[in-house]
């Protein structure tokens, strides 16, 4: 009988031998490892159920806000009504007086007043009641930030989980054992009695190797799951070394074996994900998941690229792909796009992508008949001269949210490319002798704890914080903006005015169609806003030209103070330092009585050609 036999190698296709046996101390570790994993998801759900709770009271909050908002705008509705009545009644009075000039109008003169006076309170409640609204929004958006969070957190457990589970079971199938099996055999009449021994002992280790798997499998975590997908997976087993204990023939003629057999199982580095039917990337480090994996882990989507002109230029992240349209494949996340083209102004727009996109860009030329994009100042007397101005063409323009409005402008104009400061202001002050309509009232409106408040005695000298001589010039109504521009057209010889909406935003725009003009989203840091991480964030203006202008040369057409337009209901553009970065997107507005003096309103000039 031959006492050696070679190394005998099974690789069972169809059953996964899952491995016990390993050291005690790591199979705790990883135990735990699971089992703390589910105890933080179960507290990551109750944080989530949580969450979502104080989520929905805070909606509810924010829909019973609105609905507060849109009942008091309705109250203003009917006391500028009855304003509008007070009005006519008192000019009734005033043109009786004429012919009796003992007729008493006082009571008509304290209907007025008292009209006057609730429109006013009206609006400060309406302001009051916008903030207060606006403070919830972003308390809400704070909640909702707070269940993304969450929600990654436990992604991030859940994808975790799977890993240590796969760990887990990788160090239960992957082991080595000596098992001591019998194996009787009725061998053949035609054998010789070694080519009977070489079969029963090959029978034998067969037994072995499946008793071997067996009892990997049962002692398995996830035996039951194990087992459903033996099929999926392969494990090799490998009989290392085996030693005949004891053989010979039974009493009925039969062949016996006893031997003991050292076992080994050698899995393949996925074969515990296929075992578990979980993705094969769980079995792999991170390390060796990104080097195999990393080119497969990058979305490419399409960007298309269209604009208003031919033969122009196309370059991004710096790359020329020659003139639009273009279509162009790009891994997702963030692209710079310029589009170029002799005689216009070069379009610019940091784009993040996510998905297949159509990116619409208008060129501007830069010079026309009218020169646009031409700066210049007109003189005034006195060896003094007028704000900057910078030529804005006329033609098609895209505003509004969106870019829904199409807008055409007949004529070319020049705008400010600063707001008006205080020492502008000055100069017209000192000329004329001009009161305005804070130091006539003796009121400015301004912010104390986060709320709209009328403070006595503030006015553009004294706007409630330190104003230097090139910082925009505030606590000035529309009346006194106007009052200015007239002044600027008796002194220069030109017509200047305030600027439309409309005019307003195409300067704004720079050729953009984005929601600034550097892109969508609000960057940190770019603009003197309230919340945007900036010196004078929520404390007071800034000096203009403290930050970057547009491509086309203006500067603060996105924050630092509200900005009056020409429009007789009161409208303003641009957003302030003491207004969430949202409202300062080039199509925001801030509706306000043209009476208006705050802290947080200036303006501009435009010069008509």
Known sequence: MRQGFPTLLFALAPCLMTSAVFAEATQVAITSSVTDIDSSLFEKHADLTAVEKK????????????????????????????????????????????????????????????????????????????????????????????????????????????????????????????HTVSFTNRCSNDMTLAQCSDQTVTLALQKAVKQFQHNLIDKATESKTVKAHLASASLNIHVLQHKVESSGFSEDNRYRVVIAANLETRPNKNTACRLLDIQSSNCFTQSEQQANNQQKEVAWVTLVIRSNQYNDTVSINGVKYGSTPVEVMLPIGQHMITIEKEGYLSFHQELKIARDYNLRAVLQAKQNSLNVGTKFADPIKANTQSPEMIVVGSGRYLLGENNAQQITIKKPFALAATLTRVQDFRAFVENTGYQTDAELMKTCDTFINDEITTVSDNNWQSPGFKQVDNAPVVCVSQNDAKAYTRWLSKSTGFSYRLPTPQEWEAAARAGQGTNFWWGNEFRSGKANTGWAGTPWSNVSTSPVKSFSPTPTGFYDMVGNVWEWTNLQQGLAKGGAWSFSPEKSKVFSELHVPTTTAANYLGFRVLREL
């Open 55 to 178: 989520l929905a009271d805070k909606q509810n909050e924010v829909d019973s806000q609105a609905k507060q908002t849109a009942r008091l705008v309705k109250l203003l509705a009917q006391a500028e009504r009855a304003l509008a009545k007070a009005k006519a009644s008192l000019e009734q009075d005033y043109t009786r007086m004429i012919d009796e000039p003992d007729f008493d109008i006082s009571p008509a003169q304290n209907h007025f007043q008292d009209a006057w006076k609730r429109v006013k309170e009206g609006k400060l409640t309406i302001s009051n009641s916008e903030q207060k609204q606006q403070s919830l929004v972003m308390e809400l958006e704070a909640i909702q930030a707070e269940k993304a969070a969450t929600e990654t957190s436990i992604d991030n457990l859940n994808q975790k989980k799977l890993r240590a589970r796969a760990e887990r079971l990788r160090n239960e199938i992957t082991q080595k054992e000596t």
